[in-house]
T-cell receptor, first 113, second 111 residues
Framework: NAGVMQNPRHLVRRRGQEARLRCSPM?????VYWYRQLPEEGLKFMVY????????ESGMPKERFSAEFPKEGPSILRIQQVVRGDSAAYFC???????????FGDGTRLSIL | DAKTTQPTSMDCAEGRAANLPCNHS???????VYWYRQIHSQGPQYIIH???NNETNEMASLIITEDRKSSTLILPHATLRDTAVYYC????????????FGAGTQVVVTP
C-alpha cells in the first residue's frame, strides 16, 4: 500500500529556471494539498486541488507559481523563473476526502543556486 | 496566525509516558483537534485527531478537556524514534481540510 510519492526528492535549479515538482497521491485519494516549509520555519499551506480542479489557492504566491492535478497522472507544482527565496522543502499530502486525515509525502527539497 | 499554543520543547525519558499539552482556547464547535509529528527530514506523520471525546489508537491517546479549550497527546511508552516536532492543529470541517501548522513542540527522547 504505497504512500504519497513525491519526486524528485532533491532538485537544484539556477535562478531564472523552472522547477517542476510531482506528487502521486495514495491510491483512492482524490484530494491533494501542497505545503511549503522554508528553512527553520513551519509548514505553510499553499494550494488544495481535487481532480482537474483547484479548490483553494489562497496560500500560493500570485506570481510564478501554479499547480495542477490532471485527470490522469500526478499533481504538479510548477515554479517559473525561480529565485533564491524559493529554496524550501515542498510537501504534498493526500486524503480521500476533506474529513479524513491527510497523509504526507517525504517532500522535495528545492535548492536555488 | 496559529490557533494553538504549545511548549517550545520538552524532554522525555525512554520508556516513560510523554504528555504533550496544547492550548486552543478559541476553538469553535466545528473544529477538530489534529496531531501530527515531523521527524527530521521527513514529511509530517498523522498521529490522531478528535472532536470532543477522548481518542486512542495504536500510536497515542488524545485527551480533550470538557470545555475543549485544551488537549493532551499521550505517547504511552516513548522510544528514541519518537524524537520529533509534534504539531497540534485545529481545523474546521468547512475549511477544506487545510492544515495550519504552528511551531510545534520539539520532543527529545533520551536513553
Amino acid at each position: 500500500n504505497a504512500g504519497v510519492m513525491q519526486n524528485p526528492r532533491h532538485l537544484v535549479r539556477r535562478r531564472g529556471q523552472e522547477a517542476r515538482l510531482r506528487c502521486s497521491p495514495m491510491k483512492g485519494h482524490s484530494h491533494v494539498y501542497w505545503y511549503r516549509q522554508l528553512p527553520e520555519e513551519g509548514l505553510k499551506f499553499m494550494v488544495y486541488l481535487q481532480k482537474e480542479n483547484i479548490i483553494d489557492e489562497s496560500g500560493m504566491p500570485k506570481e510564478r507559481f501554479s499547480a495542477e492535478f490532471p485527470k490522469e497522472g500526478p499533481s504538479i507544482l510548477r515554479i517559473q523563473q525561480v529565485v533564491r527565496g524559493d529554496s524550501a522543502a515542498y510537501f504534498c499530502a493526500s486524503s480521500p476526502d476533506t474529513l479524513r486525515p491527510q497523509h504526507f509525502g517525504d517532500g522535495t527539497r528545492l535548492s536555488i543556486l | 496566525d496559529a490557533k494553538t499554543t504549545q511548549p517550545t520543547s520538552m524532554d522525555c525519558a525512554e520508556g516513560r509516558a510523554a504528555n504533550l499539552p496544547c492550548n486552543h482556547s478559541t476553538i469553535s464547535g466545528n473544529e477538530y483537534v489534529y496531531w501530527y509529528r515531523q521527524i527530521h527530514s521527513q514529511g509530517p506523520q498523522y498521529i490522531i485527531h478528535g472532536l470532543k471525546n477522548n481518542e486512542t489508537n495504536e500510536m497515542a491517546s488524545l485527551i480533550i478537556t470538557e470545555d475543549r479549550k485544551s488537549s493532551t497527546l499521550i505517547l504511552p511508552h516513548a522510544t528514541l524514534r519518537d524524537t520529533a516536532v509534534y504539531y497540534c492543529i485545529v481545523t474546521a470541517t468547512d475549511s477544506w481540510g487545510k492544515l495550519q501548522f504552528g511551531a510545534g513542540t520539539q520532543v527529545v527522547v533520551t536513553p
